[in-house]
T-cell receptor
Framework: SQQGEEDPQALSIQEGENATMNCSYK?????LQWYRQNSGRGLVHLIL?????REKHSGRLRVTLDTSKKSSSLLITASRAADTASYFC???????????FGKGTTLSVSS | NAGVTQTPKFRVLKTGQSMTLLCAQD?????MYWYRQDPGMGLRLIHY???????AKGEVPDGYNVSRLKKQNFLLGLESAAPSQTSVYFC????????????FGNGTRLTVT
């Protein structure tokens, strides 16, 4: 069964707006990662946040982690058309098991 | 620097046929993985390997076998293909350690008729 669940399933915004995607998971984790997938391509790693971290930034990306609520959010600021893609969260359990992915959020940014 | 390379990119099989998907990585990574991606299901882990000569089952291992005879290669086999195995298959690799991100190939699109 899948560990992470992203919300919303699909998101449509205009260029320049911010996009927020959420991820909820079920069991304790070592870390949570976000990946991006362009149509017809493999996934690309965006950012990793450890279980003892609450917030992390990378360029226009901001990730938060709330372990008490078992949830994370990915914020993309000032979205561009090139940000159009599917975004997945993935969690690694405390036993060091392989990454388990959620079903993804499809982001569409129109110019 | 090729990263993770998957062959073939596309394949059509008839029910009952067999095939092997090849994944090769040139990053000297210890860990390798096979995922399948289906519409509305996200990525699901089939099998993975934590080093040469080792393999382990993931979430959906039935109907698949794997081998890791060389560190840089991870093979996924379908002995008797079924229509339910129509999917896009992704291979990934990562370094050793808890905080190593995955590097993905560009996928193999398999159709079983």
């Amino acid at each position: 069964s899948q560990q992470g669940e992203e919300d919303p399933q699909a998101l449509s915004i205009q260029e320049g707006e911010n996009a927020t995607m959420n991820c909820s998971y079920k069991t304790s984790i070592n870390n949570l990662q976000w990946y991006r997938q362009n149509s017809g391509r493999g996934l690309v790693h965006l950012i990793l946040i450890r279980s003892n971290e609450r917030e992390k930034h990378s360029g226009r990306l901001r990730v938060t982690l709330d372990t008490s609520k078992k949830s994370s959010s990915l914020l993309i600021t000032a979205s561009r058309a090139a940000d159009t893609a599917s975004y997945f969260c993935a969690t690694e359990g405390q036993a060091g098991t392989a990454l388990i992915f959620g079903k993804g959020t499809t982001l569409s940014v129109s110019s | 620097n090729a990263g993770v390379t998957q062959t073939p990119k596309f394949r059509v099989l008839k029910t009952g046929q067999s095939m092997t998907l090849l994944c090769a990585q040139d990053m000297n990574h210890e860990y390798m993985y096979w995922y399948r991606q289906d519409p509305g299901m996200g990525l699901r882990l089939i099998h993975y390997s934590v080093g040469e000569g080792t393999t382990a089952k993931g979430e959906v291992p039935d109907g698949y076998n794997v081998s890791r005879l060389k560190k840089q290669n991870f093979l996924l086999g379908l002995e008797s293909a079924a229509p339910s195995q129509t999917s896009v298959y992704f291979c990934a690799s990562s370094g050793q350690g808890t905080y190593s991100p995955l590097h993905f190939g560009n996928g193999t699109r398999l159709t079983v008729t």
